[in-house]
């Protein structure tokens, strides 16, 4: 691993740009080495300017279980589970949507936004932003006027 600020450092040069299929690539640390590994002695392939970035098509084959997380249960497409690693009983429960993000069972903003229509959260919106402002008025008044009881205070002692 490379600290990525060294004061030493003068210029940073793009060896190979490329994409994968996920944003998330997390899985590679679950993954044999040879998957995110640079050889130091690679040549830089050009890309040029304004041409779409490719994407790499490889599928990543995960090390055999125990893994950081449950991949099995993620919606992602960049790698491949080997047929041993996870039962029928583990895949038939991956396959179930609640499972891919147990947490969006309690999230009530993620609810409203999906319930509440956007007319009315316009509405919502403004009134927040309008009491927001009059609140932060209140309190620049407030500081003000502790300010001046300050300054009275310190001429009365004068």
């Keep these: 691993m490379y600290e990525l600020y060294n004061p030493t450092i003068?210029?940073?040069e793009v060896i190979k740009l490329e994409k994968?299929?996920?944003e998330e690539l997390l899985y590679l640390r679950d993954a044999p080495?040879?998957?995110?590994?640079?050889?130091?002695d690679i040549e830089a392939i050009p890309?040029?300017?304004?041409?779409p970035v490719p994407i790499n098509p490889i599928k990543v084959k995960l090390n055999p279980r125990p893994w950081r997380e449950r991949w099995e249960r993620s919606n992602l497409i960049g790698f491949e589970i080997m047929e041993n690693c996870v039962t029928p009983k583990m895949w038939k429960?991956?396959?179930?949507?609640e499972n891919c993000k147990p947490w969006e069972r309690y999230d009530l903003v993620k609810k409203y936004r999906e319930s509440v229509p956007l007319k009315d959260q316009d509405e919502a919106y403004v009134h927040f932003t309008r009491e927001h402002a009059r609140v932060e008025?209140?309190?620049?008044?407030?500081?003000?006027?502790q300010l001046k009881a300050k300054e009275n205070d310190s001429d009365?002692?004068?």
């Design 137 to 145: 008025k209140e309190k620049v008044a407030s500081l003000d006027r």
């Design 47 to 51: 890309h040029p300017r304004g041409a």
């Design 33 to 40: 080495p040879e998957y995110s590994e640079v050889p130091f």
């Design 93 to 97: 429960k991956a396959q179930l949507k």
């Design 156 to 158: 009365v002692t004068e």
């Design 20 to 22: 994968r299929l996920d």
């Design 10 to 12: 003068k210029k940073i």
